[in-house]
């Protein structure tokens, strides 16, 4: 009775073997792919192997979305400045006008967070108009506090300036937003704006 029995356990266990595809060599090794019943440590193993090539795709992707990103430091009445920490010269220096408003040489920020800039003359031929286009497209007016964005008419609190130099000065705040920019200050121990921050 027991040989019999045994028989028929071992005739079911060969049944489950060669339903399942699984073998004695198999569950003592982790198993493969294939097998209904694997290991822990093969499983890890398995999902290790599927996923580290998106782990790398992604330590790429991270990698990219760090180099598009800009930031720019520009430090008052100070003609040195730096972007993503690398450190450049400006022909003039930014200042803080009568109006508490910070201006910056508009062709150095635009042309670091990638836009191009143009200007127009008048008939006196001097600048009248600044095309900034990048992210969005501005124009700004010289001495005038309107301004557009992508054609869209907006107000500035403080009008664009050509300064001492001949150099076109633009509120940072306005055109830096415009661009979808964050922009924020730093202040000496007098309180006053010492450099002002823009990040993209």
Do not use: H
């Not at 699984?22 to 982790?30: N, P, R, Y």
């Not at 107000?155 to 415009?178: C, G, I, K, L, Y």
Request: hydrophobic share 40%; proline share 2%; with cysteine.
């Amino acid at each position: 009775m027991r040989k019999y029995i045994a028989t028929i356990i071992t005739a079911f266990l060969i049944g489950l073997s060669l339903t399942f595809g699984f073998t004695a060599t198999a569950a003592t090794t982790g198993g493969s792919s294939a097998d209904p019943l694997v290991a822990k440590s093969w499983v890890d193993d398995f999902v290790e192997q599927q996923f580290s090539g998106i782990k790398a795709q992604l330590t790429a992707i991270k990698e990219q979305i760090a180099d598009l990103r800009t930031e720019i430091v520009i430090y008052i009445n100070k003609k040195d400045y730096t972007v993503n920490g690398v450190s450049r010269t400006m022909d003039t220096a930014a200042v803080v006008n009568s109006d508490w408003r910070t201006m910056v040489p508009v062709r150095f920020v635009a042309e670091a967070l990638g836009c191009t800039v143009d200007f127009s003359k008048n008939a006196s031929g001097r600048t009248d108009k600044v095309y900034i286009n990048g992210s969005s497209s501005i124009v700004l007016t010289i001495g005038s506090t309107t301004y557009t964005v992508d054609g869209a008419s907006r107000t500035m609190d403080t009008a664009p300036v050509v300064n001492s130099d001949w150099r076109t000065m633009v509120p940072v705040r306005f055109v830096a937003e415009a661009l979808g920019c964050q922009v924020d200050y730093t202040k000496n121990s007098a309180g006053a704006t010492y450099s002002v921050i823009i990040k993209k």
